[in-house]
């Protein structure tokens, strides 16, 4: 699987967008871009994922770049239960029971009054 | 749909004692389980793999008679930590995997384990 690069931490203001970004420049044709989040002392929580094209749903948008070497997760309207770790994983497709997430250090999302 | 449940939450025992975690895929089955294991201030570094009815796939470093896994149904998967000791000391995540669901796995909310 691809590796991905995330800035350690981000700030965002309450009722923002928050933008997280994540460089994924060696990704393969067959490889697909999933976010999870790990809110502090829980699970991680599935967020989204796309292959091309742009992605949303109730929780948040992925924009991809057309040369898929570049993504933005988008939390519309952050609040403060967004604050969290969020990770940018790249999988390769079909790759589904046999193999674990790998999880980077992810981006430090902190959302202030 | 895809929810993961993982009892209990929080354990305190003693040294030398065995614990035993559960996690549960509660609205469909898994055929393929993992099971992580994460550190303060870090992150989340898989142990193993559990698939039903054999098994499990353990990483590098992690001691198969320590931490005993048992898989034995789609819903179900098991992580016992043998002769526990403080250094065994962590926050442990289970996962599911689903097809149907967006491909991808679904985590537990986690066991925090202390070992005095």
């Known amino acids: 699987d691809a590796k991905t690069t995330q800035p350690p931490s981000m700030d965002c203001a309450e009722g923002r967008a928050a933008n997280l970004p994540c460089n994924h420049s060696?990704?393969?044709?067959?490889?697909?871009v999933y976010w999870y989040r790990q809110i502090h002392s829980q699970g991680p929580q599935y967020i989204i994922h796309?292959?091309?094209n742009n992605e949303t749903n109730e929780m948040a948008s992925l924009i991809i770049t057309e040369d898929r070497k570049s993504s933005t997760l988008i939390l519309p309207h952050a609040t403060l239960r967004d604050t969290a770790v969020y990770y940018c994983?790249?999988?390769?497709?079909?790759?589904?029971?046999?193999?674990?997430?790998?999880f980077g250090k992810g981006t430090s999302l902190l959302v202030t009054p | 749909g895809a929810v993961v449940s993982q009892h209990p939450s929080r354990v305190i025992c003693k040294s030398g004692t065995s614990v035993k975690i559960e996690c549960r895929s509660l609205?469909?089955?898994?055929?393929?389980m993992f099971w992580y294991r994460q550190f303060p201030k870090q992150s989340l570094m898989l142990m193993a793999t559990?698939?039903?009815?054999?098994?499990?796939?353990?990483e590098q470093g992690v001691e198969k008679d320590k931490f005993l896994i048992n898989h034995a149904s789609l819903t179900l998967s098991t992580l016992t930590v043998t002769s526990a000791h403080p250094e065994d000391s962590s926050f442990y995540i289970c996962?599911?995997?689903?097809?149907?669901?967006?491909?991808?796995?679904?985590f537990g909310p986690g066991t925090r384990l202390t070992v005095l």
């Open positions: 996962s599911a995997y689903t097809l149907t669901v967006a491909n991808t796995q679904y």
């Open positions: 060696t990704i393969s044709g067959n490889e697909y």
């Open positions: 796309g292959l091309k």
């Open positions: 994983i790249v999988r390769v497709a079909g790759r589904g029971s046999g193999y674990a997430l790998n």
């Open positions: 609205d469909f089955q898994a055929t393929t």
């Open positions: 559990s698939n039903e009815g054999s098994k499990a796939t353990y």
